[in-house]
C-alpha cells in the first residue's frame, strides 16, 4: 500500500504565485522527510529536507512544514517561476535509507 | 548534475529476456540502492547495497536481484522479464549513516 500519499496529483500556478504541495504518512517509523524535483529525462535532484523534531524549514523560496501529531507535511515554493515547473515528489525514510515517494506532483507554472 | 552514472540510457527487450543495468556511484559514497520509476509514478525501492551486500529490500520478487563491486559501482539484473518491468530505473549513491543520496539520470526500460 502508499506509505506516504501526496497531493495534488498536478498542479498550475501563475508566475509570482505560491505553489503548495502536501503530502501525509502514517509510519511513525519514518525519520527523515525530502522532497526531490524532477525534470522529464532526468533523475530526482534533492531540493529540501526536514526531521521530525523540527516545524519548518526554509531554504531561499523553498518551505517545508512538517505537523508530527498530524503525520503531514508540506511544500511552499513562494514566487513560483517558469523554471520551477517539473515533477515534485516528497518522501520519507525508515532505516538504512529506505525511502517511500509520494506519487508525485505535477507543477506548471505559468508565465 | 550528481556524479552518479547509468548505463545503458536506454533499453528494449523482449519479455522473458534477462536484462542487466548499471551504476557508477558518486565518488566517496559507499552505499548504492536501486529504484523503479513506472510511468507517472514515484520511485519504488527495489533493494540497497553495502559493502558489497544486500542491506534492504523492498517488495520485489527474487528475479530482481543486484551486485555491488569493491569500486562501490553496482549492477541491477532482472530475468524472466515481464511487460510490467517497463519503467525507468534508477540508482542512487549516499554515504552509510547519512542521509541524502544522489540520483542518476536512469536506464528506461521497455519490455515488447
Known amino acids: 500500500q502508499q506509505q506516504v500519499k501526496q497531493s495534488p496529483q498536478s498542479l498550475i500556478v501563475q508566475k509570482g504565485g505560491i505553489s503548495i504541495i502536501n503530502c501525509a504518512y502514517e509510519?511513525?517509523?519514518?525519520?527523515?522527510f525530502p522532497w526531490y524535483q524532477q525534470f522529464p529525462g532526468k533523475g530526482p535532484a534533492l531540493l529540501i529536507a526536514?526531521?521530525?523534531?523540527?516545524s519548518e524549514k526554509k531554504e531561499g523560496r523553498f518551505t517545508i512544514s512538517f505537523n508530527k501529531s498530524a503525520k503531514q507535511f508540506s511544500l511552499h515554493i513562494m514566487d513560483s517561476q517558469p523554471g520551477d515547473s517539473a515533477t515534485y515528489f516528497c518522501?520519507?525514510?525508515?532505516?538504512?535509507?529506505?525511502?517511500?515517494f509520494g506519487s508525485g506532483t505535477k507543477l506548471n507554472v505559468k508565465p | 548534475e550528481t556524479g552518479v552514472t547509468q548505463s545503458p540510457t536506454h533499453l528494449i527487450k523482449t519479455r522473458g529476456q534477462q536484462v542487466t543495468l548499471r551504476c557508477s556511484s558518486q565518488?566517496?559514497?559507499?552505499?548504492v540502492s536501486w529504484y523503479q520509476q513506472a510511468l507517472g509514478q514515484g520511485p519504488q525501492f527495489i533493494f540497497q547495497?553495502?559493502?558489497?551486500?544486500?542491506?534492504g529490500r523492498g517488495n520485489f520478487p527474487p528475479r530482481f536481484s543486484g551486485l555491488q563491486f569493491p569500486n562501490y559501482s553496482s549492477e541491477l539484473n532482472v530475468n524472466a522479464l515481464e511487460l510490467d518491468d517497463s519503467a525507468l530505473y534508477l540508482c542512487a549513491s549516499s554515504t552509510q549513516g547519512q542521509e541524502t543520496q544522489y540520483f542518476g539520470p536512469g536506464t528506461r526500460l521497455l519490455v515488447l
Open positions: 518522501a520519507a525514510r525508515k532505516v538504512f535509507n529506505k525511502f517511500y
Open positions: 565518488s566517496g559514497h559507499n552505499t
Open positions: 547495497y553495502y559493502r558489497e551486500e544486500e542491506n
Open positions: 509510519n511513525t517509523a519514518f525519520d527523515y
Open positions: 526536514i526531521r521530525p523534531d523540527v
